[in-house]
């Protein structure tokens, strides 16, 4: 029986995607460089590998937030502020909040029938106001946001403060349905409780990290819990 759920935020209930490419344009476009599709793949890739080292524990989110910029406008030769950027491009990201496909209908399907958490490696500043404008925050039981756990996905620490601070918690009981298998995934592993990869595009899994299982589209979550509790 499943009684707690994780949900990743990001790529998974609001579109991060494309959150992060119109917040992109904005703060190359108020940068003066131009916000072609190039620069902003460009940005996408090193910002990515950044994060993975955030995950690996080999940078903080602070360094994260000026490196991918500072990188960025070496290889452009582009002497706009790294720091600048950084604080553009987080306001205008914490106003972007559009859901995934059925990520709103999901969490319809889903309340009242089961205790629902955020699990999100996203920043406290951007994501209190996405959480806020998009109308999600009513839905869930608690809302854990790495930046003030003081751990990230896929850290064990993540979980151990999230489980501790839900009454009576089992994780026989509980699931994480995310995106990510290097944080979402990774991290319920080792934390032990059950895990949905929601691949949307299909990727490729990793031999190393398998989920119990994986869902192209977010209703296919709500017949893998009936299957579940039928088993
Ligand atoms: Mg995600």
Redesign the pocket.
């Known amino acids: 029986m499943i009684r707690w759920i994780f949900l990743?935020?990001?790529?998974?209930i609001l579109d991060?995607g494309q959150a992060e490419d119109e917040a992109i344009r904005k703060t190359f476009s108020f940068l003066g460089i131009p916000p072609t599709d190039e620069t902003v793949a460009r940005y996408s890739a090193i910002n990515k590998a950044q994060w993975e080292a955030l995950e690996r524990g080999e940078l903080t989110r602070e360094e994260v937030q000026v490196r991918r910029f500072e990188i960025l406008f070496r290889e452009l030769g582009s002497a706009a502020s790294p720091e600048e950027a950084r604080d553009y491009y987080m306001l205008a990201l914490s106003r972007e909040h559009g859901f995934m496909p059925f990520g709103k209908e999901l969490l319809d399907a889903l309340y009242g029938r089961y205790k629902l958490y955020i699990a999100s490696n996203g920043t406290l500043s951007v994501q209190t106001p996405r959480i806020a404008d998009s109308g999600v925050g009513r839905y869930f039981d608690g809302i854990f946001i790495s930046e003030q756990l003081g751990a990230v996905k896929p850290q064990k620490e993540f979980f151990d403060a999230c489980f501790a601070a839900i009454p009576d918690f089992s994780p026989r009981e509980a699931v994480i349905l995310?995106?990510?298998l290097s944080?979402?995934i990774l991290g319920g592993i080792r934390a032990g409780i059950r895990t949905c990869w929601f691949n949307p595009q299909g990727k490729a899994g990793r031999e190393d990290i398998r989920p119990d299982a994986e869902i192209r589209e977010l209703p296919a979550f709500l017949s893998l819990l009936e299957d579940w509790e039928n088993a």
């Open positions: 990743d935020l990001d790529d998974t991060f995310g995106d990510s944080s979402d």
